[in-house]
C-alpha cells in the first residue's frame, strides 16, 4: 500500500454496523460492486468538466454547480471515487443506501456516525464545486474540492483525499483545483494553510466565481484607509491607531465593531448584521471586496486618503474607490466631511407611567416614551400574530429612573454619579482608552449588587409582576430581559446591536434563599435570578458603542434610558433555525422580503466563526407568492435548505405580510422598511417573530450639494449604439482629463470644470495632438446651463434636446482651422446635478456624468450614414467613454464577409464583457482590436491592427453592424499595398452586415464628403 493509499485508510477506522459486517479497519470488509460505466447510470467513478450529467446546478443567484461523491477503499488498497447523480440523489446518505453495499439497511444516524467523525469512519464524504457563472457561457477552468466531516482532516489526510479525487475529474483542458473547506474544516485548514500551499493546494471558495462584490449597506465615506485584522479592531480603537474618520479595510468583521467613516471587508459577512443595520441607519458604506482587480487596488491605497461610495440599485453593484491623496486638501475634506455630520436625534423623552410594568399586547409605538422601542412595537406582534408571537411583559422606565435616583455611601445618586464620571467626555473621544475604562466602571457599578441595588419593595413589585396570570411565566423556565431604550427602534434610529439581553430565573428569586443550583438550570451551580439579568441589561446602557452613538447623535442623557422587554427565553437546544427577515413594502400589491437564516441558535445578527447564513428572496403578491434561494448556509449539506423548502418559507412570509399590516394599520403609513428577527423551534416545528422594527431609510429629497472630486481618466470614442460609422471614424481619438475639485455650485460652475485635459486626434491623415486646459486652445469659449435652464444647445437641436434639463450642463468650445475641411468642437458634460439627495453619494467624479457628448461643427458637408443610408453633414455627434481596459472576460468576435466582386474581409475583435446586473437587452459596443485581413483588392492581403484604421458602429442589440477600414492610416503598411489602393482608388472599404448577406462598399479619395 502506497503512502496516499495509508493516508486515506488513517482516516476511516472500523465501527461494526451490524452483525456479520465488517469495518474496512480490521481488514475483512467486502469491497462494493463498482457502478457500471454508463452515463445513465446514477453512479460512477469519475466526473467531466466542465458538463457532466451528474452536476446539479445550483437554484440560488450565486450558487455554484456541485456533484458529491464517496471514498472507499478496496481491498487492493486502492481508494475509490464514487460520485453520485445529484438528481437522483441530493444528499450523501440516499445515494450510499441505496448503491453501496457497506451501507445497506443503515440509519441517517448511523451513516452520519459512519462518515462524520474520524472514530469509527468507514467512508470519505465530499464534493466537487464547479463554477456555474449566469452572465458567461465560457466558465472559468477550476472547480474546487469539498470535504464534509464534524472532525476535522489533517493537513496530510486533505492532500492524499484531494490527490484521489483529482485525479477522477475528467477535463479536456487543463483545470486549476482548489480547497474548498467546508464550515467544520476551516479553522484547521487556515491553520495549515502555509503547509497545504506547499502541496499545491490552495484554499479558496466559490466566491472567487462571484459576479461582482457584495454591498451590505449603501453609502459614501472620505477618510484615511487602514487595514486592521478583524480581531484586532477594538485593540486598534482604543489606541488610537483606528479611529471613527477612518475607512477600514479588514479580514472579517465582528459583532462589535465601533462606529468608522466606512467598512470593506475581505471576508463574507451578513446581510442582516448588527453592523450592517446600524450602518444602513447612518449611511456607512460596508462591502465585501470580490472582484481580484477591487482587492488590489484597494490594498495598495492603505494609509491613503480615499473616497469610497458603495451602492446597490436593483441589482446594480457600483463599487468606486478614489485615490484623493495629492488631490483634496484638509480644507476641501472638511467641507465635505461636514455634509455627513449627524443632526439632532428626535427621541421621545423618558416619562413615567406610574407603575413598574404593563402588558405589551395593546403597546404602540408611541409608547417608546414609557417602556422602549422594542417592547412598544412588539404590541404589534401581539395583535397580529398572537399564535407566533411568545407572549410578553414590559418593565417600564420607571423601575430604571428609581434604580439611578439611589443614594450611594457618599450621599450622590447613582444618576449623579454617572453623569460626574462621563463629563469629561465629548465627540469624538480625544482618548478612547480612558472613556473605555471609565464606562466599565460605570458597568461594574451597576451589576455590583453588593453596594447598589434594588429594594425590598422594588423587587417585591417586580416579582408580583411576572407572576401576574395574564403572562402565564413557568417560574422554573428562563425569562429572557430584553434592552429596550427611546434610543432604539424608533422611526429614525434602529440602535442596533447595540445593548444586550440577560436570561433570569424567576424561581431563584422566589425561594427565598441565594443557594445554587439554578432551578431553572440544574447544570449551573449558582442561582441566576431575574434582578441579577436586570443590572446586567441595565449595565448595557453603558456599552462602548452605545454610548459613543449617543455622544456622536448629541443625545441628551437625562432624557433617555433603559426599560426591559420580557418573555420566556429560547433554549439553543430548541431552536432549529433563527433569522432575521427584511420587509419592503414600496406597493400596495406586493411585499418584499428577504430571509436570512441560519440553522439552530447560530447568530445572523453577530456571526464571528466564519458561519455563512442562507439568503432567501420572497415576494408576496395579492395573486401569488415567489421563493428564490439567493445563497446557500454553509451549515447545511449542499443542495439543502435551513428550514422546510419551499413551505416554510411561504409560511413564515405570510406572518410577516400580517405585521406588515398592522404596522400600515398602526401607523397609517402604506410604504416602508421593517425588520423582524423570527425563530423555528422544537418540538413542534413552530415558526415565532420575536422583534419588529422600523428600519430608517434616507430621505431621497434632493438637499445637498455635491462636491466634484479630480480623478483623472482616459476616454475614447464609443464606438457602440451612437452617431454613425463615419462619424466615429472622423472624430476617433483618444482624451486625458482631470477635472478641478470643486463643490457643484453655479458659481464655481462658471468657468471651465477641466483643470488639464489632452486630445490625440486624426485629421487629413495626420495624428495630432491638443494639450493643456480647454480654455486655452483656440477661440475656446465656455458655457454652463443649470437645471431647468433649456437645453443648452446649438442652433440645430440633437436628439431631444427640447426637453427641459432636469441637469445641468456645461459646453467647452474650440476651433481647430489648420486642416484642408476647419472645424469647431463643442465637448458637452452632462448630468451635472445641481442636488443631490442624502440617499445618495455626496461625491462625484467625471464618470458619474456618464459619457460626455462631442459634437462638431465643418465648414464644408461630411458623409454620413443614417436611417436611409449615406447623406451629408454638417454636424458630427459622438460619445466619449471611459476607455475599455482588456479584461479575461472580454468577449471575442470573429466575422466574415464575401463581396460580390470576390473580396473577403475576416475581422476579430472584442466586446466587452456582458453587463452583470439586470437588464432589458444589450448593445455591445468594441472594446478593442485583434486584427482585420481584407483579401482581393491587392496583391498580398491588407492587415490591419490599429485603432484608427478600423471602426464600428453596432446597430440595435448588434442585429447589424457596420465596419469602416481606412488603410492608409495603419502604421507599417507596405508602400506597395498603399499605392495598389490608390491606384484603384480605394480609401474606405464599408461593411454593412445584418440579417441579410452583407454589404461592401469603397469610397475613394476624391469622393464627396471625405
Given at each position: 500500500?502506497?503512502?496516499?493509499?495509508?493516508?486515506?485508510?488513517?482516516?476511516i477506522?472500523a465501527?461494526a454496523?451490524?452483525q456479520?459486517?465488517i469495518?474496512?479497519?480490521?481488514?475483512?470488509?467486502?469491497?462494493?460492486v463498482?457502478?457500471?460505466?454508463?452515463?445513465?447510470?446514477?453512479w460512477?467513478e469519475?466526473?467531466?468538466?466542465?458538463?457532466?450529467?451528474f452536476?446539479?446546478?445550483?437554484?440560488a443567484?450565486?450558487?455554484?454547480?456541485w456533484?458529491?461523491?464517496?471514498?472507499?477503499?478496496?481491498a487492493?488498497?486502492v481508494?475509490?471515487?464514487?460520485?453520485?447523480?445529484g438528481h437522483t440523489?441530493?444528499?450523501?446518505?440516499?445515494?450510499?443506501?441505496?448503491?453501496?453495499?457497506l451501507f445497506a439497511?443503515m440509519t441517517a444516524d448511523?451513516f452520519?456516525?459512519?462518515?462524520l467523525?474520524?472514530e469509527?469512519?468507514?467512508?470519505?464524504?465530499?464534493?466537487?464545486?464547479?463554477?456555474?457563472?449566469?452572465?458567461?457561457?465560457?466558465?472559468?477552468a477550476e472547480?474546487?474540492?469539498?470535504?464534509?466531516g464534524?472532525?476535522?482532516f489533517?493537513?496530510?489526510?486533505?492532500?492524499?483525499?484531494?490527490?484521489?479525487?483529482?485525479?477522477?475529474v475528467?477535463?479536456?483542458t487543463?483545470y486549476?483545483?482548489?480547497?474548498?473547506?467546508?464550515?467544520?474544516?476551516?479553522?484547521?485548514?487556515?491553520?495549515?494553510?502555509?503547509?497545504?500551499?506547499?502541496q499545491?493546494i490552495?484554499i479558496s471558495?466559490?466566491?472567487?466565481?462571484?459576479?461582482?462584490?457584495?454591498?451590505?449597506?449603501n453609502?459614501?465615506?472620505l477618510g484615511?484607509?487602514?487595514?486592521v485584522e478583524?480581531?484586532s479592531?477594538?485593540?486598534a480603537?482604543l489606541?488610537?491607531r483606528?479611529?471613527?474618520?477612518d475607512i477600514?479595510?479588514?479580514?472579517?468583521v465582528p459583532a462589535?465593531t465601533?462606529?468608522?467613516a466606512?467598512?470593506?471587508?475581505?471576508?463574507?459577512?451578513t446581510p442582516n448584521s448588527?453592523?450592517?443595520?446600524?450602518?444602513?441607519?447612518?449611511?456607512i458604506?460596508?462591502?465585501?471586496l470580490?472582484v481580484?482587480?477591487?482587492?488590489?487596488?484597494?490594498?495598495?491605497?492603505?494609509g491613503?486618503?480615499?473616497?469610497?461610495r458603495a451602492?446597490?440599485?436593483h441589482g446594480?453593484?457600483?463599487?468606486?474607490v478614489t485615490?484623493?491623496?495629492?488631490i483634496l486638501?484638509?480644507?476641501?475634506?472638511r467641507?465635505?466631511?461636514?455634509l455627513k455630520?449627524a443632526?439632532?436625534?428626535?427621541?421621545s423623552?423618558?416619562t413615567?407611567?406610574?407603575?413598574?410594568?404593563?402588558?405589551?399586547?395593546a403597546l404602540?409605538?408611541?409608547?417608546?416614551?414609557y417602556?422602549?422601542?422594542k417592547a412598544a412595537n412588539?404590541g404589534?406582534?401581539?395583535?397580529?400574530?398572537?399564535?407566533?408571537?411568545p407572549?410578553?411583559?414590559?418593565?417600564?422606565f420607571?423601575?430604571w429612573?428609581?434604580f439611578?435616583?439611589?443614594?450611594?455611601?457618599?450621599?450622590?445618586t447613582?444618576?449623579?454619579?454617572i453623569a460626574?464620571?462621563?463629563?469629561?467626555?465629548?465627540?469624538?473621544?480625544s482618548d478612547m482608552a480612558?472613556?473605555?475604562?471609565?464606562l466599565?466602571?460605570?458597568?461594574?457599578?451597576?451589576?455590583d449588587?453588593k453596594s447598589?441595588?434594588?429594594t425590598d419593595?422594588q423587587?417585591?413589585?417586580?416579582?408580583?409582576?411576572?407572576q401576574e396570570?395574564?403572562?402565564?411565566?413557568?417560574?422554573?423556565?428562563?425569562l429572557r430581559?430584553?434592552?429596550?431604550?427611546?434610543?432604539?427602534?424608533?422611526?429614525?434610529?434602529t440602535g442596533?446591536?447595540?445593548?444586550e439581553?440577560?436570561?433570569?430565573c424567576?424561581?431563584?428569586d422566589?425561594?427565598g434563599?441565594?443557594?445554587?443550583?439554578?432551578?431553572c438550570?440544574?447544570?449551573?451551580?449558582?442561582?441566576r435570578g431575574?434582578?441579577?439579568?436586570?443590572?446586567?441589561?441595565f449595565a448595557?446602557?453603558?456599552n462602548e458603542n452605545?454610548?459613543?452613538?449617543?455622544?456622536?447623535?448629541g443625545?441628551?442623557?437625562?432624557?433617555?434610558g433603559m426599560?426591559?422587554?420580557?418573555?420566556?427565553?429560547?433554549p439553543d437546544?430548541?431552536?432549529?433555525?433563527?433569522?432575521v427577515a427584511?420587509?419592503?413594502?414600496?406597493s400596495?400589491?406586493?411585499w418584499?422580503?428577504?430571509?436570512?437564516?441560519?440553522?439552530?441558535?447560530?447568530?445572523v445578527?453577530?456571526?464571528e466563526?466564519?458561519?455563512?447564513?442562507?439568503?432567501v428572496?420572497v415576494?408576496?403578491?395579492s395573486?401569488?407568492?415567489?421563493a428564490q434561494?439567493v445563497r446557500q448556509?454553509?451549515?447545511?449539506?449542499?443542495?439543502a435548505?435551513?428550514?422546510?423548502w419551499?413551505?416554510?418559507?411561504y409560511?413564515?412570509?405570510e406572518?410577516?405580510?400580517?405585521?406588515?399590516e398592522?404596522?400600515?394599520?398602526?401607523?397609517?403609513?402604506d410604504?416602508f422598511?421593517?425588520?423582524?428577527?423570527?425563530?423555528k423551534?422544537?418540538?413542534?416545528?413552530?415558526?415565532?417573530v420575536?422583534?419588529?422594527r422600523e428600519?430608517p431609510?434616507?430621505?431621497?429629497?434632493p438637499?445637498i450639494?455635491?462636491?466634484l472630486?479630480?480623478?483623472?481618466a482616459e476616454?475614447?470614442?464609443?464606438?457602440g449604439?451612437?452617431g454613425d460609422?463615419?462619424?466615429?471614424?472622423?472624430?476617433?481619438?483618444r482624451?486625458h482629463?482631470a477635472?478641478r475639485s470643486?463643490?457643484?455650485?453655479a458659481e464655481?460652475l462658471?468657468?471651465?470644470?477641466y483643470?488639464?485635459?489632452?486630445c490625440?486626434?486624426?485629421a487629413d491623415g495626420v495624428?495630432?495632438r491638443?494639450e493643456?486646459?480647454?480654455?486655452?486652445?483656440p477661440?475656446?469659449?465656455?458655457?454652463?446651463t443649470p437645471?431647468?435652464g433649456?437645453?443648452?444647445?446649438?442652433d440645430e437641436?440633437i436628439?431631444d434636446s427640447?426637453?427641459v434639463?432636469?441637469?445641468g450642463?456645461t459646453i467647452?468650445?474650440?476651433?481647430?482651422d489648420?486642416v484642408?475641411?476647419?472645424?469647431t468642437?463643442?465637448?458637452h458634460?452632462?448630468?451635472?446635478p445641481a442636488?443631490?439627495s442624502?440617499?445618495?453619494?455626496a461625491?462625484?467624479t467625471?464618470?458619474?456624468?456618464?459619457?460626455?457628448?462631442?459634437?462638431?461643427d465643418?465648414?464644408?458637408?461630411?458623409?454620413?450614414?443614417?436611417?436611409e443610408?449615406?447623406?451629408m453633414?454638417?454636424r458630427d455627434?459622438?460619445r466619449l467613454c471611459?476607455?475599455?481596459k482588456p479584461?479575461?472576460e472580454?468577449?471575442?468576435?470573429n466575422?466574415?464577409?464575401?463581396g460580390?466582386?470576390g473580396?473577403?474581409i475576416?475581422?476579430?475583435?472584442?466586446w466587452p464583457?456582458?453587463p452583470?446586473?439586470p437588464?432589458?437587452?444589450?448593445?455591445?459596443?468594441?472594446?478593442?482590436?485583434?486584427?482585420?485581413r481584407?483579401?482581393?483588392?491587392?496583391?498580398?492581403?491588407?492587415?490591419?491592427?490599429g485603432?484608427?484604421?478600423?471602426t464600428y458602429?453596432?446597430e440595435?442589440?448588434?442585429f447589424?453592424e457596420?465596419?469602416?477600414?481606412?488603410?492608409?492610416?495603419?502604421?507599417g503598411?507596405?508602400?506597395t499595398i498603399?499605392a495598389?489602393?490608390?491606384a484603384?482608388?480605394?480609401?474606405?472599404?464599408?461593411?454593412?452586415?445584418?440579417?441579410?448577406?452583407?454589404?461592401?462598399?469603397t469610397?475613394g479619395?476624391?469622393?464627396?464628403?471625405l
Amino acid at each position: 500500500m502506497n503512502s496516499l493509499s495509508k493516508a486515506i485508510v488513517a482516516t476511516i477506522t472500523a465501527i461494526a454496523v451490524g452483525q456479520g459486517t465488517i469495518g474496512w479497519g480490521q481488514g475483512k470488509a467486502k469491497p462494493p460492486v463498482p457502478p457500471a460505466e454508463d452515463p445513465n447510470l446514477f453512479w460512477r467513478e469519475h466526473v467531466r468538466l466542465p458538463e457532466d450529467s451528474f452536476l446539479v446546478h445550483g437554484t440560488a443567484q450565486n450558487e455554484a454547480s456541485w456533484v458529491k461523491f464517496t471514498i472507499l477503499p478496496q481491498a487492493d488498497g486502492v481508494q475509490k471515487v464514487y460520485f453520485q447523480d445529484g438528481h437522483t440523489y441530493p444528499f450523501h446518505y440516499q445515494g450510499a443506501l441505496a448503491n453501496l453495499e457497506l451501507f445497506a439497511g443503515m440509519t441517517a444516524d448511523q451513516f452520519d456516525l459512519a462518515t462524520l467523525y474520524r472514530e469509527g469512519r468507514k467512508a470519505v464524504l465530499g464534493a466537487v464545486i464547479a463554477p456555474s457563472i449566469w452572465w458567461t457561457a465560457t466558465q472559468p477552468a477550476e472547480y474546487g474540492v469539498q470535504l464534509v466531516g464534524r472532525d476535522p482532516f489533517t493537513p496530510e489526510e486533505v492532500a492524499a483525499i484531494f490527490d484521489v479525487v483529482r485525479q477522477a475529474v475528467k477535463t479536456e483542458t487543463p483545470y486549476r483545483a482548489f480547497y474548498f473547506p467546508t464550515y467544520e474544516q476551516r479553522a484547521a485548514a487556515l491553520a495549515n494553510k502555509d503547509w497545504l500551499e506547499s502541496q499545491g493546494i490552495v484554499i479558496s471558495s466559490s466566491d472567487r466565481w462571484a459576479s461582482g462584490n457584495t454591498i451590505y449597506s449603501n453609502g459614501w465615506a472620505l477618510g484615511t484607509l487602514k487595514f486592521v485584522e478583524g480581531g484586532s479592531i477594538r485593540e486598534a480603537y482604543l489606541a488610537g491607531r483606528l479611529g471613527p474618520g477612518d475607512i477600514l479595510l479588514t479580514d472579517g468583521v465582528p459583532a462589535e465593531t465601533p462606529y468608522l467613516a466606512g467598512i470593506i471587508t475581505l471576508s463574507p459577512s451578513t446581510p442582516n448584521s448588527h453592523v450592517a443595520i446600524l450602518s444602513k441607519t447612518n449611511g456607512i458604506p460596508f462591502l465585501h471586496l470580490v472582484v481580484a482587480e477591487d482587492v488590489t487596488r484597494v490594498q495598495a491605497l492603505v494609509g491613503h486618503r480615499i473616497c469610497l461610495r458603495a451602492y446597490d440599485a436593483h441589482g446594480w453593484t457600483t463599487v468606486r474607490v478614489t485615490d484623493a491623496d495629492g488631490i483634496l486638501d484638509d480644507a476641501m475634506a472638511r467641507e465635505i466631511l461636514a455634509l455627513k455630520k449627524a443632526g439632532p436625534l428626535a427621541i421621545s423623552p423618558v416619562t413615567l407611567r406610574g407603575d413598574y410594568g404593563t402588558s405589551v399586547d395593546a403597546l404602540m409605538p408611541s409608547d417608546i416614551r414609557y417602556v422602549g422601542g422594542k417592547a412598544a412595537n412588539f404590541g404589534m406582534l401581539r395583535r397580529a400574530i398572537p399564535e407566533n408571537s411568545p407572549v410578553a411583559a414590559a418593565l417600564s422606565f420607571d423601575l430604571w429612573t428609581d434604580f439611578l435616583s439611589q443614594e450611594l455611601p457618599d450621599g450622590r445618586t447613582l444618576r449623579a454619579t454617572i453623569a460626574e464620571r462621563l463629563s469629561p467626555f465629548t465627540y469624538p473621544p480625544s482618548d478612547m482608552a480612558s472613556l473605555s475604562r471609565v464606562l466599565g466602571d460605570v458597568r461594574d457599578l451597576i451589576e455590583d449588587g453588593k453596594s447598589i441595588g434594588f429594594t425590598d419593595a422594588q423587587k417585591q413589585a417586580v416579582l408580583s409582576f411576572l407572576q401576574e396570570p395574564q403572562f402565564g411565566f413557568d417560574s422554573a423556565k428562563n425569562l429572557r430581559f430584553r434592552s429596550s431604550t427611546n434610543v432604539e427602534d424608533g422611526r429614525e434610529f434602529t440602535g442596533a446591536g447595540l445593548y444586550e439581553s440577560y436570561s433570569g430565573c424567576l424561581a431563584d428569586d422566589l425561594d427565598g434563599d441565594d443557594k445554587g443550583p439554578c432551578h431553572c438550570d440544574p447544570t449551573r451551580g449558582k442561582e441566576r435570578g431575574v434582578f441579577t439579568a436586570i443590572r446586567k441589561v441595565f449595565a448595557s446602557f453603558y456599552n462602548e458603542n452605545a454610548y459613543l452613538e449617543r455622544l456622536r447623535q448629541g443625545v441628551d442623557e437625562s432624557q433617555v434610558g433603559m426599560a426591559l422587554l420580557v418573555h420566556h427565553s429560547f433554549p439553543d437546544e430548541d431552536e432549529l433555525a433563527n433569522g432575521v427577515a427584511v420587509v419592503r413594502r414600496d406597493s400596495e400589491w406586493s411585499w418584499d422580503i428577504t430571509l436570512v437564516t441560519q440553522a439552530g441558535a447560530v447568530s445572523v445578527t453577530n456571526p464571528e466563526d466564519g458561519s455563512i447564513p442562507e439568503e432567501v428572496l420572497v415576494t408576496m403578491y395579492s395573486f401569488g407568492r415567489y421563493a428564490q434561494l439567493v445563497r446557500q448556509s454553509n451549515l447545511v449539506q449542499l443542495g439543502a435548505t435551513v428550514m422546510e423548502w419551499e413551505s416554510d418559507y411561504y409560511a413564515l412570509g405570510e406572518l410577516l405580510v400580517k405585521v406588515g399590516e398592522e404596522f400600515a394599520l398602526t401607523t397609517g403609513r402604506d410604504r416602508f422598511v421593517l425588520e423582524m428577527e423570527y425563530k423555528k423551534t422544537a418540538p413542534e416545528d413552530t415558526l415565532v417573530v420575536k422583534q419588529v422594527r422600523e428600519v430608517p431609510q434616507a430621505n431621497e429629497t434632493p438637499s445637498i450639494t455635491p462636491f466634484l472630486i479630480k480623478e483623472p481618466a482616459e476616454y475614447v470614442v464609443l464606438q457602440g449604439e451612437f452617431g454613425d460609422v463615419f462619424a466615429n471614424h472622423r472624430l476617433k481619438s483618444r482624451w486625458h482629463f482631470a477635472t478641478r475639485s470643486l463643490q457643484l455650485t453655479a458659481e464655481n460652475l462658471s468657468s471651465s470644470l477641466y483643470e488639464a485635459a489632452s486630445c490625440e486626434y486624426m485629421a487629413d491623415g495626420v495624428l495630432d495632438r491638443l494639450e493643456g486646459a480647454p480654455s486655452q486652445w483656440p477661440q475656446a469659449s465656455y458655457s454652463y446651463t443649470p437645471p431647468g435652464g433649456g437645453s443648452g444647445q446649438p442652433d440645430e437641436p440633437i436628439s431631444d434636446s427640447d426637453v427641459v434639463a432636469t441637469d445641468g450642463r456645461t459646453i467647452d468650445t474650440w476651433t481647430i482651422d489648420d486642416v484642408g475641411n476647419p472645424r469647431t468642437y463643442r465637448l458637452h458634460t452632462e448630468n451635472i446635478p445641481a442636488a443631490v439627495s442624502p440617499s445618495e453619494s455626496a461625491i462625484l467624479t467625471l464618470e458619474d456624468f456618464r459619457d460626455l457628448l462631442l459634437e462638431v461643427d465643418y465648414e464644408r458637408p461630411v458623409l454620413q450614414w443614417n436611417w436611409e443610408g449615406p447623406a451629408m453633414t454638417a454636424r458630427d455627434q459622438v460619445r466619449l467613454c471611459r476607455a475599455f481596459k482588456p479584461s479575461s472576460e472580454d468577449l471575442l468576435q470573429n466575422r466574415r464577409f464575401e463581396g460580390s466582386d470576390g473580396a473577403t474581409i475576416e475581422v476579430s475583435f472584442y466586446w466587452p464583457p456582458s453587463p452583470k446586473g439586470p437588464t432589458a437587452g444589450y448593445t455591445a459596443p468594441l472594446a478593442r482590436w485583434v486584427e482585420t485581413r481584407i483579401a482581393g483588392y491587392t496583391t498580398e492581403p491588407i492587415v490591419l491592427h490599429g485603432e484608427y484604421s478600423q471602426t464600428y458602429r453596432p446597430e440595435h442589440h448588434n442585429f447589424a453592424e457596420h465596419f469602416l477600414f481606412e488603410p492608409q492610416l495603419e502604421p507599417g503598411l507596405p508602400p506597395t499595398i498603399l499605392a495598389e489602393l490608390k491606384a484603384r482608388d480605394i480609401r474606405y472599404i464599408h461593411v454593412l452586415a445584418g440579417m441579410d448577406s452583407p454589404t461592401i462598399t469603397t469610397y475613394g479619395y476624391g469622393d464627396e464628403g471625405l
